[in-house]
């Protein structure tokens, strides 16, 4: 059963930084993709970011150049980067991982929260 375990998740002020990660129980090069979502309270998941296994990355555009994924497959970790953080940004945020040739994410993490105060 394959895990992931975030961390990194906490209280932050507006304007500040946080670094995500996601531990996986088993090698993350075997993934097509590796994805962070987050889902705030009263409104629906959301794609945050992706990054395949050649290192594709995909970000949604409320977080361009904001945002910065990454993967030490060596540590079998994907890694969330976030600066410049607001309120808006405040959410849990979960590590998911979609097998090659997938269609859906087949793996999903507990989730971190992340709280951005004004």
């Known amino acids: 059963q394959v895990q992931l375990v975030e961390s990194g998740g906490g209280l932050v002020q507006a304007g500040g930084s946080l670094r995500l990660s996601c531990a996986a129980s088993?090698?993350?090069?075997?993934?097509?993709?590796m994805g962070w979502f987050r889902q705030a309270p009263g409104k629906q998941r959301e794609s945050v970011a992706s990054i395949s296994r050649l290192g594709t990355t995909n970000y949604a555009d409320s977080v361009k150049g904001r945002f910065t994924i990454s993967r030490d497959n060596a540590k079998n970790t994907v890694y969330l980067q976030m600066n410049s953080l607001n309120p808006d940004d405040t959410a849990v945020y979960y590590c998911?991982?979609?097998?090659?040739?997938?269609?859906?994410?087949?793996?999903w993490g507990q989730g971190t929260q992340v709280t951005v105060s004004s």
């Open positions: 088993t090698d993350i090069f075997g993934f097509g993709v």
């Open positions: 998911a991982a979609k097998k090659v040739a997938a269609t859906m994410y087949d793996y």
